[in-house]
C-alpha cells in the first residue's frame, strides 16, 4: 500500500526518504496544513518553534485520527517554519523526527518561510497520508 524508497544513488537523506510510493486503489487524505492553535483557538508556544511544532504535530494526528488515519501512514509533508537559520530549521525537524513521522521515514520537504497565516506563527505542515483498511500496517 505504502512504499518508501531512498534512491541509492543520491546522498542519503538524514531522516526522511526521497520518495512515498502509493499503490492505486488506496485511500489518501490531503490534510490542510496542521497549525500551532489550542482548540480554543489560542497560539500555543509563542516565540518558541519547538513548543510550536510540538503542538502542530498533536493537532496534525488529530486530523490523521478524524480521517482514519495516523503518523505511521503519512506519506509526505511539507514543514513550513518561519526562519532563516538552519539551526531552528533543525530544531523543528529533530521534533518531526521524534513525533513518528520519520517512521519509514517519510518524505518531506523542510522550509524556511518569511511568514504564516496567524499572528506570532512560526510552525506549519501540510500532510498526505494513507488512509489505510481496518487493520493494515504500513
Known amino acids: 500500500m505504502l512504499k518508501r524508497v531512498t534512491v541509492p544513488t543520491l546522498f ?8 512515498s510510493v502509493v499503490e492505486t486503489g488506496t485511500r489518501l487524505a490531503f490534510l490542510a496544513g496542521s ?17 510550536q511544532a510540538e503542538q502542530v504535530i498533536a493537532n496534525l494526528g488529530e486530523q490523521l485520527h478524524a480521517v482514519g488515519s495516523d503518523l505511521v501512514h503519512v506519506a509526505y509533508t511539507d514543514v513550513y517554519v518561519v526562519t532563516n537559520d538552519p539551526a531552528v530549521l533543525s530544531q523543528v ?46
Do not use: F, N
Open 12 to 19: 542519503p537523506p538524514p531522516a526522511y526518504s526521497h520518495a
Open 35 to 51: 497549525v500551532p492553535l489550542d482548540a480554543g483557538g489560542k497560539l500555543v508556544g509563542e516565540g518558541d518553534p519547538v513548543r
Open 93 to 138: 525537524w529533530d521534533v518531526v523526527e521524534a513525533s513518528g513521522l520519520s517512521v519509514g521515514p517519510h518524505s518531506s520537504t523542510l522550509l524556511g518561510v518569511a511568514c504564516l497565516g496567524y499572528p506570532g506563527q512560526l510552525v506549519e505542515i501540510t500532510a498526505t497520508a494513507v488512509v489505510p483498511e481496518s487493520g493494515a500496517t504500513p
